[in-house]
């Protein structure tokens, strides 16, 4: 109830329908967070922008998924060196958001917590790189981060990465143990930082979806999608019926390729290499089936502003569709074989388990969080053209272990082969771009689509024609990256590539 | 059990001959030979992400698909730098991961050979240079062989490698 007057109060926002914009006083900041939180929403992100020589010199926003939309809440910083009211209690994922914040624009909240999070030796802590002008890079150097000390009898570290031995992306690892039990585990990560939301503000703003599409390569579709959505709500621009049925059709194909990897490397985790042997095959087929119809093997430059860069002739999509249902029985005999399996059953069953309601609480979101009873899809929730006509369906599981999150990919994935085929055959025809006006029509656009890790958030910012002032690109991984940390508690060390590949977080997603 | 046997029977050998040489690096089909005969053993792969998309490292697991076959061809991947010959390096080199490859490096013995990957190993790619990116792995590293893409395919990938141990012609 408490959240009608927000939402009545809220302006429009352009970009993911069922948004809206909602500008709050201070005493009204945790009241917002409060009541989304009572009514079952979650934090889907929270970032900073600073306006110089404006008033108020800076905002910071935290969009909430909340009711089937988004709401997005948006708190004036008068000064600089004003201390915002944190959201941690409510959503502790905002904990490391805020810290991420801070670091790049110097827009503190008040939480305890004041360790750097993608600030590393690389430029000093009074300099902020959204707030010009950008820091001058220091020479390599490794900084020392005040890890969290696990004291007791027996007890004793285990540090691993940045570096890893597979080929992964990189990040820290320090593990408190006692004999081969974690007793605790702390991430420290923003390895890959490449300054991206400073880049953005250097590019064109119809440029931008270049690099959206590459702040996690895995998900180049759901980005750049995003990132049209924000852009094509600001402009008014009206995308074709055959660009958005191409643009989903994209998505659910990176879906399928990026489950058919971590099946086959799930497998292999396990110690059943036949899984590997067979997912990277039939991913290398699909992969080579998409190079050939679509002509990129990934999609990462597939979703421009206005519409899509691809098209299928009738006989490519054809091919496709046989290569789709191919996919879907093989996968399908797999699926039985993995169940059948002892060794591999034994290994995924109860490993890195994390119960529905410390996932709630936590908030763990998108293909972990339905592993973990998190009934949420936005294909499902809030579809959006064309997952209106398609109706997808929700898989989840309850269980929480390394053996859900392997079930909600087999689910997933006969689930994207049929929305796929389906979204073949009836491809519409017309046009596959509209022209995006150089005018922008609303200032603040903000994008949202379900990737196949979970939702990604795009936020687009335009003050001058044509350029970007700012662009927030939130992976859901910023969500699941602490859940893993309660994950692994209790499990034995060597359990910890299997737990951890069964999430398959983004590095690059969350270090920007 | 049976029906893993039956899948195995099933599919057979799917890996394919080695991919069609570029005619200038003049790999033919003796690539294995070529590794043989230049290392007489294996060549050791250590792959390092010095700040990635993720877009290149998903080319690299193809190469260890059984299409590919990267094993068959006497090419294996391992997990510490100091039984590596090549260092894989994707990724412009974000600052914060320039000291963590410059140890990488150190740690290999010598011979070694660098491999840059991608658009971004190449010149830094979209993210280019910056605050936070050193941009390309030469700024880092000497590079022995930098193959464009974004992201290069696994042909091309497996080309940068061969080339790169392919003793250099006057
Ligand atoms: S070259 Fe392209 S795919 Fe590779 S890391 Fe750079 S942006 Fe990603």
Redesign the pocket.
């Known amino acids: 109830m408490a959240l009608t007057r927000w939402w009545s109060r809220g302006e429009r926002l352009a970009g993911k329908p069922s948004g809206a914009l909602l500008a709050v006083e201070p005493q009204e900041w945790l009241g917002v967070a409060t009541d989304v939180a009572a009514a079952g929403g979650q934090l889907l992100a929270l970032w900073a922008t600073r306006y110089p020589d404006c008033s108020p010199a800076a905002l910071v926003r935290a969009a909430y998924l909340v009711d089937g939309g988004l709401l997005v809440a948006q708190l004036p910083v008068a000064d600089p060196a004003h201390r915002y009211r944190g959201l941690q209690e409510l959503y502790p994922a905002a904990a490391r958001m805020q810290r991420a914040a801070a670091d790049l624009t110097g827009i503190l909240s008040d939480a305890a917590d004041r360790r750097p999070w993608l600030r590393h030796a690389a430029w000093a802590p009074d300099q902020h790189p959204l707030s010009a002008p950008p820091p001058i890079p220091a020479a390599p150097a490794v900084d020392d981060y005040a890890f969290v000390r696990v004291e007791g009898e027996g007890v004793h570290e285990i540090a691993v990465g940045p570096v890893h031995a597979g080929i992964i992306e990189p990040g820290h690892f320090r593990f408190s143990v006692v004999g081969e039990k974690v007793l605790k585990l702390e991430e420290r990560l923003g390895y890959v930082h490449k300054g991206i939301e400073r880049r953005f503000t250097e590019l064109p703003l119809l440029d931008g979806h270049r690099l959206a599409a ?1 702040v996690s ?1 895995d998900s180049a579709v759901a980005y750049a999608w995003a990132y049209c959505q924000a852009l094509e709500g600001m402009t008014g621009t009206a995308v074709p019926p055959r660009a958005l049925w191409l643009r989903a059709l994209c998505l659910e194909l990176e879906r399928v390729q990026n489950h058919l990897g971590d099946l086959g490397a799930l497998g292999n985790d396990a110690g059943f290499a036949f899984g590997l042997a067979q997912f990277s095959r039939l991913k290398e087929e699909l992969t080579r089936a998409i190079g050939a119809t679509l002509g990129q093997r990934y999609l ?1 430059d597939a979703v421009v502003p206005g519409g899509v860069a691809v098209d299928l002739q009738d006989q490519a999509a054809r091919t496709l569709a046989v290569v789709l249902a191919r996919t879907s029985s093989r996968v399908r005999e797999l699926h039985a074989i993995y169940d059948d399996h002892a060794g591999v059953r034994d290994r995924f069953a109860g490993a890195g388990r994390v119960e529905p309601e410390l996932a709630q609480r936590l908030g763990l979101i998108g293909l972990a969080g339905r592993a973990s009873g998190q009934g949420s899809d936005l294909r499902v929730d809030s579809p959006w053209p064309p997952y209106h006509v398609i109706t997808p369906k929700l898989c989840m599981r309850r269980d929480g272990d390394v053996a859900a999150r392997v079930a909600v990919r087999f689910d997933e994935v006969e689930e994207s082969c049929r929305l796929a085929r389906a979204l073949l055959s009836e491809l519409p025809g017309g046009a596959l771009a509209a022209p995006v006006p150089a005018a922008v029509a609303a200032p603040l656009g903000v994008g949202v689509i379900e990737g196949w890790r979970g939702p990604v958030l795009v936020a687009l910012e335009s003050r001058e024609p044509g350029r970007i002032h700012r662009c927030h690109a939130h992976d859901p991984s910023w969500q699941n990256w602490p859940v893993i940390e309660h994950a692994v508690m209790g499990n034995i060390v060597p359990d910890f590539p299997l737990i951890n590949k069964s999430f398959n977080l983004s590095y690059s997603g969350h270090d920007l | 059990m049976l029906k893993t046997l039956r899948t195995i029977a099933g599919v057979g050998i799917v890996s394919e001959s080695p991919p069609e040489p570029d005619d200038e690096l003049r790999l033919r089909d003796a690539l294995q030979a070529q590794i043989q005969s230049v290392l007489g053993r294996a060549l050791a792969i250590r792959a390092v992400d010095s700040g ?5 490292e998903l080319e690299i697991h193809a190469l260890n698909n059984p299409i590919y076959n990267i094993e068959g061809l006497g090419i294996r991947f391992v997990a510490s730098p100091r039984h590596a010959d090549l260092l894989l390096v ?3 080199v974000s600052w914060n991961m320039a000291a963590a490859l410059k140890r990488t490096y150190e740690a290999m013995p010598d011979p070694k050979l660098v491999v840059a ?5 190449c010149d830094g ?3 280019g240079r910056s605050y936070a990116c050193a941009g390309p792995v030469s700024a880092i590293l000497p590079v022995d062989v930098a193959v464009p ?3 290069p395919s696994p042909q091309r990938l497996l080309q940068a490698i061969l080339t790169a141990i392919r003793p250099r012609r006057a």
């Open positions: 590459r390569g990462l | 990635s998309c993720n877009g290149c994707t990724g412009p990957v991608g658009d971004c190993g790619g979209v993210f893409g974004c992201p």
